[in-house]
């Protein structure tokens, strides 16, 4: 089971986000590279995760296609 992303940690620069081990800034273990990955929060600022596409109003569902059945018969 995944463990619960934190929406905004209090140092988030002494962690890698790169993966769910959360390694230390200072000793990767996960063999994700020589930097530390950045939490969201670092790059985007706050308000993060309210950022994102405009919803989209509901679109009325399309009906599919009618299937043919063959006319010959069993």
């Known amino acids: 089971m995944a463990k619960i992303f934190p929406i905004h940690p209090r140092n988030p620069h ?4 790169g ?10 273990a996960c063999g994700n590279g ?10 985007f600022g706050d308000d993060w995760h309210l950022q ?8 009325p569902a399309e009906e ?7 006319q010959a018969g069993p």
Do not use: F, M, N
């Open 52 to 59: 994102g596409p405009e919803p989209q109003a509901d679109l």
């Open 19 to 28: 993966c769910d081990k959360y390694c230390p800034a200072d000793s990767l």
């Open 14 to 17: 002494r962690i890698c986000w």
């Open 64 to 70: 599919p296609p009618a299937i043919e059945r063959d």
């Open 34 to 43: 020589s930097e530390r990955t950045a939490h969201p929060v670092e790059l």
